[in-house]
């Protein structure tokens, strides 16, 4: 009898100890990439920055940014974040030819903000 008991008593501690590992929430507030219009921006999550530098274009030519500097002003952005339970405010179109605040925020609640940056060189 006692060694059934000790049985069972170790199946509820096994069960009770493996039921419960989401009890810990992540804080994760990395972003792990950022591109518009497919153009990667370079993301530094200890400065809470993503940039990304667009050479001068030669004569109406766009190399690295499909429709020119205007097309920077679109809804055609992705984020990526580090962890799947991590969200962030941007959405509907924004105009990349300024700095735009993204706000991650994990699925503790701790937040951190970054700041994508666009540079367009001059025609």
Same mark, same amino acid.
């Given at each position: 009898?006692?060694?059934? *008991? =000790?049985?069972?008593?170790?199946?509820?501690?096994?069960?009770?100890? !493996?039921?419960? /590992? +989401?009890?810990?929430? %992540?804080?994760?507030?990395?972003?792990?990439?950022?591109?518009?219009?497919?153009?990667?921006?370079?993301?530094?999550?200890?400065?809470?920055? *993503? =940039?990304?530098?667009?050479?001068?274009?030669?004569?109406?030519?766009? !190399?690295?940014? /499909? +429709?020119?500097?205007? %097309?920077?002003?679109?809804?055609?952005?992705?984020?990526?974040?580090?962890?799947?339970?991590?969200?962030?405010?941007?959405?509907?179109?924004?105009? =990349?030819?300024?700095?735009?605040?993204?706000?991650?925020?994990?699925?503790?609640?701790?937040?951190?903000?970054?700041?994508?940056?666009?540079?367009?060189?001059?025609?």
């Amino acid at each position: 009898m006692k060694s059934k *008991l =000790f049985v069972v008593a170790m199946f509820v501690a096994v069960v009770a100890f !493996t039921a419960c /590992p +989401g009890d810990k929430k %992540s804080s994760e507030t990395g972003i792990e990439s950022f591109t518009v219009h497919g153009v990667s921006y370079t993301v530094d999550n200890n400065a809470g920055t *993503l =940039f990304k530098a667009y050479p001068k274009p030669s004569q109406d030519t766009w !190399t690295d940014l /499909p +429709g020119g500097p205007s %097309s920077l002003n679109t809804a055609t952005y992705v984020v990526t974040l580090k962890h799947e339970k991590a969200t962030h405010n941007l959405s509907g179109t924004r105009d =990349f030819r300024n700095p735009v605040q993204i706000i991650v925020t994990a699925e503790d609640g701790a937040t951190k903000t970054y700041t994508v940056t666009s540079e367009v060189g001059e025609l």
